[in-house]
């Protein structure tokens, strides 16, 4: 980890950003006082990292979709879920990059956690390694930072030190707002508010917290769906009325979720241009997408529904 830095944020200030947009944490409508027309764009990553789900398996429950489901995965049925999906990104023009799958790391699959990957448009590509709550998720980490620093990524952490460290789960919890330099941040299973105060200074940009309230919802991105800049998706039980007021500040149009669809993982679609992938058997949300310009993509991830992730958990964006 010789690229390892926690000065970058002093580089991007350096680099003549606007310092009143720089380094907030905002967590009210009340205190968000800059439009999204203040915020400069960022370019969206246009490759997919995924880890074949070799050594998926579900030993232990993590959050309450994996209750009731210990041992029962189909490896043959995971395996094919897995290759359809990648394929679906390929078939949209998004070439999949592999991380090797390890022994005993059952949850690597879920590529979405490990990391915060981000670019500035004249910089080098960087990520902000997790703090990841489970010690068997811990693990995973290292291997991530190795395949992103064999890929030119600058590789940075919250604090130097990760015992004392809040908690961070990477893309599952701090989702980019489409091409701004502007992070959405979950907290209260997983990723602790003291996080985004940390995540801000380091990235010298301003994050919109929110609190999550509802613990089948565990990651934000199990509840919250951007789907373009003015555009998103949300099962409105998972959120308080500050952090609703907050969405509904900076996206025109938010489509909300039926229980039901929630459930099926509707909001753990995503979206690249209007092509939004989802997992199938949620009409409704399929239906709203399409009044909204957008064409539904719907794929199998059951068997990794049982350990509480689907299309967004299975990938990382990358550069
Ligand atoms: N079993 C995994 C865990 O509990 C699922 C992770 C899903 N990932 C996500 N980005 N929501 O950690």
Same mark, same amino acid.
């Given at each position: 980890m010789s690229g390892l830095s926690q000065a970058v944020g002093v580089l991007f200030m350096e680099g003549g950003r606007n310092s009143s947009l720089a380094a907030s944490v905002i967590g009210s409508a009340e205190e #968000?006082?800059?439009?999204? #027309?203040d915020i400069p764009s960022r370019v969206e990553p246009r490759q997919v990292l995924m880890c074949d789900p070799s050594y998926f398996e579900i030993k232990d429950a993590k959050n309450p979709f994996m209750e009731g489901n210990l041992n029962s995965t189909d490896p043959k049925g995971a395996n094919r879920q897995w290759h359809a999906l990648k394929q679906t990104y390929e078939n949209l023009g998004y070439p999949v990059r592999l991380i090797s799958a390890q022994k005993n790391l059952e949850d690597m699959v879920f590529t979405a956690n490990q990391v915060l990957p981000g670019k500035e448009d004249d910089g080098l590509p960087y990520v902000v390694l997790s703090e990841m709550v489970h010690p068997s998720r811990q693990a995973e980490v290292p291997f991530f930072a190795e395949w992103f620093e064999g890929n030119g990524y600058q590789l940075m952490r919250l604090t130097g030190d990760s015992a004392s460290c809040p908690r961070f789960e990477g893309q599952g919890d701090a989702i980019w707002h489409p091409g701004k330099r502007l992070l959405w941040g979950g907290y209260g299973?997983?990723?602790?508010?003291a996080a985004y105060t940390l995540l801000s200074e380091l990235l010298c940009l301003p994050v919109l917290k929110l609190e999550l309230v509802n613990s089948r919802f565990y990651h934000l991105d199990t509840a919250f769906c951007v789907l373009d800049v003015d555009c998103a998706m949300i099962y409105p039980d998972a959120f308080n009325e500050r952090g609703l007021a907050l969405i509904r500040r900076y996206f025109a149009r938010v489509l909300e979720v039926s229980e039901a669809d929630a459930a099926n993982f509707a909001c753990n679609a995503h979206a690249l241009g209007r092509k939004v992938i989802l997992q199938a058997g949620s009409p409704d949300t399929c239906q709203a997408l399409r009044g909204l310009g957008f064409e539904p993509v719907e794929v199998e991830t059951g068997e990794f529904m049982k350990s509480g992730g689907s299309v967004f958990c299975l990938k990382m964006m990358v550069f």
């Open positions: #968000a006082r800059f439009a999204l #027309a299973f997983r990723t602790q508010e």
